[in-house]
Structures are given as C-alpha cells and as structure tokens.
C-alpha cells in the first residue's frame, strides 16, 4: 500500500504570509496526487488535482507542484478565508486511494 | 452540477449496522465513480472504498472488507454504504464523494474527488 506522510503536521502564519506544506508519497506516484482544504465542521473541498492542475473557483493563490515522491502546496499570500487543514491524496492506485494525514493552518 | 446530498444523522448500538445514502443531483449519475471517506472526531480522512453505478462493483479498503457494502441504485441516483458490525471506534462523520476523472492517452486517468456530500455523523453507543 502507499503511504503518504505531509510536513508540518501544523503551523502557525499571519496573513500575507507565504505558506509551504509538503507531502511524501512512500512510493513514486507520478502526478497523481491531489490536494483538499477543509475548514471544520465542512466537508473537505478539492484545490489542486493531478499535482498542479488548478480546479475551477479555486483562487490563484495557491499552487500545487512535485512528481514522483514530493509534492508541494503552496499559498501565495495567505488569506483569513486559507485557515484550515490541508490533505493530499494519491490516486496511482485507482481504484484504491489515500489521504495524507493532514496539516493544520492556523493563526499566528 | 452535481451535487451530493446525504442521509442524516444516525445513532446506533455497538453490533448493528447503519446504511448512509447519497443522493445526487444535477448531472450525470452513473458513468461516474461514488467514493466513500469518513474522519473520525479529530482525526483525518480516510478512504473506505467506492463503487461505479453503471459497472455496479465496488472495491474496498483491507481494513474495511467484509464489514463494509457499497450499492447504488441508477433509478435513484442514490449511492448507500452499509457498515456492520458497529463498534464505538465507528464513530465518525461519513461522506460520499464523486469519483472526478481526466483521461490521459496511453496512459493512466487522473482521479480526484469532486464534489463531496455534506457528511453523516454516525454515533455508535451503547
């Protein structure tokens, strides 16, 4: 099975701040990885998929990049809306599927 | 565009089981696959399987095999996962999620999940 590890598991920044959350996929999984924001008590909501590809509605700021086993999501200028826990997803393994365990954005 | 609208809350005794629904609207239903994903109070997601209405086989999670079923239902447009043998560690919220796909020449799909319902918070106690 693959297992995917994300650093930090949380950090604390000011908005404005540039935001820089990596996942680790314990096998090479090309692009296939997906990124999730999730504010409480709401379901999570996609952002990036195959690695970089930005979904519709989902502002600029963010960015995703990485193939193989690293991959990187990043906020350019966070916002007071981007505090939330973020997950990655690898889909190399379709049908099957998992989730990074997660990394917590909060206020400095 | 699709939307997944979920069954409600539920409380349930450790042994039973609970059958959550998912109910799509505003797209196309079955050539699309419905995923299954719950998260724990406090804990992270979890992918538990998943089916594609119009094959009509789902696939699982190991640790869910055996204790889990996926169905859906075309005429409806309805998905359901039914988890049994409920102990209080099944206590979670549950979502269903479309499968979304980008098909790739000569190579593999892409797959994220897009959109998701709104969550089934599931209570097992005696």
């Known amino acids: 099975d693959i297992q995917m590890t994300q650093s930090p598991s949380s950090l604390s920044a000011s908005v404005g701040d540039r935001v820089t959350i990596t996942c680790r996929a314990s096998q090479s999984i090309s692009s296939y990885l997906n990124w999730y924001q999730q504010k409480p008590g709401k379901a999570p909501k996609l952002l990036i998929y195959a690695a970089s590809s930005l979904q519709s509605g989902v502002p600029s700021r963010f960015s995703g990049s990485g193939s193989g086993t690293d991959f990187t999501l990043t906020i350019s200028s966070l916002q007071p809306e981007d505090f939330a826990t973020y997950y990655c997803q690898q889909s190399y393994s379709t049908p099957s599927f998992t989730f990074g365990p997660g990394t917590k954005v909060d206020i400095k | 565009q699709v939307q997944l609208v979920q069954s409600g809350a539920e409380v349930k005794k450790p042994g039973s089981s609970v059958k959550v629904s998912c109910k799509a609207s505003?797209?196309?239903?079955?050539?699309?696959?419905i995923s299954w994903v719950r998260q724990a109070p406090g804990q992270g997601l979890e992918w538990m399987g998943g089916?594609?209405?119009?094959?009509?086989?789902?696939n699982y999670a190991q640790k869910f095999q055996g204790r889990v079923t996926i169905t859906a239902d075309e005429s409806t447009s309805t998905a359901y996962m039914e988890l049994s043998s409920l102990r209080s560690e099944d206590t979670a919220v549950y979502y269903c999620?479309?499968?979304?796909?980008?098909?790739?020449?000569?190579?593999?799909?892409?797959?994220?999940?897009?959109?998701w319902g709104q969550g089934t918070l599931v209570t097992v106690s005696s």
């Open positions: 505003g797209g196309t239903f079955s050539s699309y696959a």
């Open positions: 089916i594609i209405p119009i094959f009509g086989t789902a």
């Open positions: 999620a479309r499968v979304g796909v980008r098909i790739v020449p000569a190579a593999m799909s892409y797959n994220w999940f897009d959109p």
